[in-house]
């Protein structure tokens, strides 16, 4: 389970991030003294649960919560603070748990074996296929899409693996014969708005990470043969038959690093 933890007395975050550290399958993703840092990396690195300060200057940490469910609604919120008065406020906006300072190790532990259990309920398995044509699969489904742009946005975001993307990036690369203009950005924010609703039907909307004009997916939720090979999983680089992805012609530069790798290997 990946965690961030937001607080502005130093002396504190360095308690907790111990704490945390101390926790069996519990890693702690990064450490934060002020909000704005906190969502910027939340932005662009997949999280299962974040453990906020609240009372915070600039941004407070309810603020911070509602921007983290904005683009993650299933991470799990802790708030742990010194002060009781904002317990109501915590709860409405479904925090996991409230720990009052001081806090002891039993208490961390206590919140994040919750979180584990949780985490461990909710979890929904996607298994995405990229050598050949690209397909994906929720607990052993096709995902079916309402057009092909929706399947080739997907399989877009899953060659960058967490890598935020902007719009110009992304229509740049799928309608490249088009000129970048108002009606191909319409119909690019049609074709986002269509994949949000086919991902939220399957039930895995979290998959998808958008802010503003920056998009990425939560790669860590995927059993993707791509990314096993790159992390050097034997069978997937066995599997790889020099095609990926083969419907895409933005997909030519993953196939060459791959059979590049592939050579490094057997040699």
């Known amino acids: 389970m990946k965690i961030i933890l937001v607080d502005d007395d130093l002396a504190s975050l360095r308690l907790i991030t111990g704490f945390c550290s101390m926790v069996p399958d ?3 993703a990064g450490s934060f ?23 915070m ?4 940490g309810i603020t911070l919560a509602d921007r983290l469910y904005e683009i993650n609604p299933d991470i799990l919120i802790f708030f742990a603070t010194a002060s009781e008065q904002y317990a109501l406020s915590a709860f409405r906006r479904r925090a996991l748990s409230y ?40 607990n052993g489904t096709l995902l079916t899409f309402p057009r092909q742009k929706c399947k080739e946005l997907l399989a877009f975001f899953v060659d ?14 799928l309608w490249e014969e088009r000129c970048y203009d108002s009606t191909v950005r319409s119909y690019f924010y ?13 039930g895995i909307e979290s998959l998808l ?22 992390d050097g999983n034997i069978s997937a680089i066995h599997e790889f038959n020099d095609e990926y992805m083969i419907d895409y012609s933005w997909a030519e530069p993953t196939v060459a690093l791959l059979m590049k790798k592939k050579r490094d290997f057997v040699q």
């Open 26 to 28: 519990v890693t702690v």
């Open 33 to 55: 003294s002020n909000a704005e840092d906190a969502f910027r990396f939340a932005l662009v690195h997949p999280l299962d649960a974040a453990i906020l300060d609240i009372i």
């Open 57 to 60: 200057p600039v941004q407070d």
């Open 99 to 138: 720990i009052t300072k001081p806090y002891n190790f039993s208490d961390i532990l206590e919140a994040l074996e919750r979180a584990k259990l949780l985490c461990s309920q909710k979890r929904i398995h996607i298994l995405v296929r990229t050598f050949g044509h690209f397909d994906i699969f929720v």
């Open 160 to 173: 960058r693996r967490s890598g935020a993307v902007s719009s110009e990036q992304i229509i740049t690369a």
């Open 190 to 202: 049609v074709v986002l708005r269509d994949l949000k609703k086919t991902l939220k039907q399957a």
């Open 209 to 230: 990470v958008c802010n503003r004009n920056q998009n990425a997916i939560n790669s860590s939720m995927l059993d993707c043969d791509y990314y096993r090979f790159l």
